[in-house]
């Protein structure tokens, strides 16, 4: 059975306040390699919590070996208090791969853990539940029993609905005991085109032509991390074209898409300055 790979936050919940003062301290002299008494004093966060807020960061993409990753960096100078829905969509892209980052996929996102599950697997299958019934389909995937599932899961639940953390994306909502997906505060075609370009490095490298069904459908791709059905990704591709971001070429199928960016950061920080 497949590691559940949710104990990394200990019992703090995502907090983007939180995640903002551990990337400025990883900004300044020593970054996160300074003591931590002075990672508390920086960051205003108690001995236990520090480590835990960290690998919150790590996860959600805004920090490596202990400095802001070259995203963490644009955050700070374009969204320093995290208020952004572009920052929200940023850390919900990371987290959603577990602690592998943009690696080589696997052939089953639980290989990743519950949070690659959760976006990868359940929810394309399951896009209005109940907590109930996300434990008892994740009750068996995972090696764990079932009331620590219940204690860890319940952290991706809030990182989706509390204000504090990513609500703002909209990628599930909560009714009553019902959570639905499937109606998200889609972000601009800027940050949809860093998306795709960081999922071209990691599936299609090197390739200058793809052809759109291989997106439309990829595993672990720009439709489920969006919370979209695939035939619903077309209009955000024609989007990207609209902004030049990506060329279609649809006269006659095969259809393909063509990259048309430079670099993906650059994307990035063009999604903030819209």
């Not at 002299?29 to 960290?54: A, Y």
């Not at 644009?74 to 892209?93: A, C, G, K, Q, Y």
């Not at 090696?143 to 319940?154: C, H, L």
């Given at each position: 059975?497949?590691?559940?790979?949710?104990?990394?936050?200990?019992?703090?919940?995502?907090?983007?306040d939180?995640?903002?003062?551990i990337?400025?301290?990883?900004?300044?002299?020593?970054?996160?390699?300074?003591?931590?008494?002075?990672?508390?004093?920086?960051?205003?966060?108690?001995?236990?919590?520090?480590?835990?807020v960290?690998?919150?960061?790590?996860r959600?993409?805004?920090i490596?070996?202990?400095?802001?990753?070259?995203?963490?960096?644009?955050?700070?100078?374009?969204?320093?208090?995290?208020?952004?829905?572009?920052t929200?969509?940023l850390?919900?892209?990371y987290?959603?791969?577990?602690?592998?980052?943009?690696?080589?996929?696997?052939?089953?996102?639980?290989d990743?853990?519950?949070?690659?599950?959760?976006?990868?697997?359940f929810?394309?299958?399951?896009?209005k539940?109940?907590?109930?019934?996300?434990?008892?389909?994740?009750?068996?995937?995972?090696?764990?029993e079932?009331?620590?599932?219940?204690?860890?899961?319940?952290?991706?639940?809030?990182?989706?609905?509390?204000?504090?953390?990513?609500?703002?994306?909209?990628?599930?909502?909560?009714?009553?005991?019902?959570?639905?997906?499937?109606?998200?505060?889609?972000?601009?075609?800027?940050?949809?085109?860093?998306?795709?370009?960081?999922?071209?490095?990691?599936d299609?490298?090197?390739e200058?032509?793809?052809?759109?069904?291989?997106?439309?459908?990829?595993?672990?791709?720009?439709?489920?991390?969006?919370?979209?059905?695939?035939?619903a990704?077309q209009?955000?591709?024609?989007?990207?074209e609209?902004?030049?971001?990506?060329?279609?070429?649809?006269?006659?199928?095969?259809?393909?898409?063509?990259?048309?960016?430079?670099?993906?950061?650059?994307?990035?920080?063009?999604?903030?300055d819209?």
């Amino acid at each position: 059975m497949a590691k559940l790979q949710l104990h990394f936050n200990g019992s703090f919940a995502l907090k983007k306040d939180e995640i903002s003062r551990i990337v400025r301290a990883a900004a300044q002299d020593n970054g996160l390699d300074d003591s931590l008494p002075n990672l508390m004093v920086k960051t205003s966060l108690g001995n236990g919590k520090v480590g835990r807020v960290k690998s919150w960061a790590i996860r959600a993409g805004l920090i490596k070996n202990n400095r802001p990753s070259p995203e963490g960096d644009i955050v700070l100078r374009l969204d320093p208090s995290f208020e952004s829905n572009i920052t929200d969509w940023l850390m919900h892209f990371y987290l959603s791969f577990g602690d592998r980052g943009l690696q080589i996929t696997p052939e089953n996102p639980a290989d990743w853990g519950a949070w690659a599950y959760f976006v990868y697997t359940f929810l394309p299958r399951y896009p209005k539940f109940t907590k109930e019934e996300l434990l008892y389909h994740s009750a068996s995937i995972f090696d764990e029993e079932s009331k620590v599932i219940a204690d860890r899961i319940k952290f991706i639940l809030r990182a989706y609905t509390e204000f504090t953390a990513l609500a703002a994306c909209k990628f599930i909502t909560q009714e009553n005991d019902k959570y639905i997906s499937g109606y998200a505060n889609l972000p601009n075609p800027y940050l949809l085109g860093y998306f795709l370009a960081k999922l071209w490095e990691r599936d299609f490298q090197g390739e200058s032509s793809i052809l759109t069904e291989s997106i439309l459908n990829e595993k672990m791709g720009l439709a489920p991390v969006l919370g979209i059905k695939p035939e619903a990704l077309q209009e955000q591709l024609n989007a990207l074209e609209a902004y030049g971001i990506i060329e279609q070429r649809r006269a006659v199928p095969p259809f393909q898409v063509i990259p048309r960016w430079d670099e993906p950061l650059t994307l990035l920080g063009k999604a903030y300055d819209r």
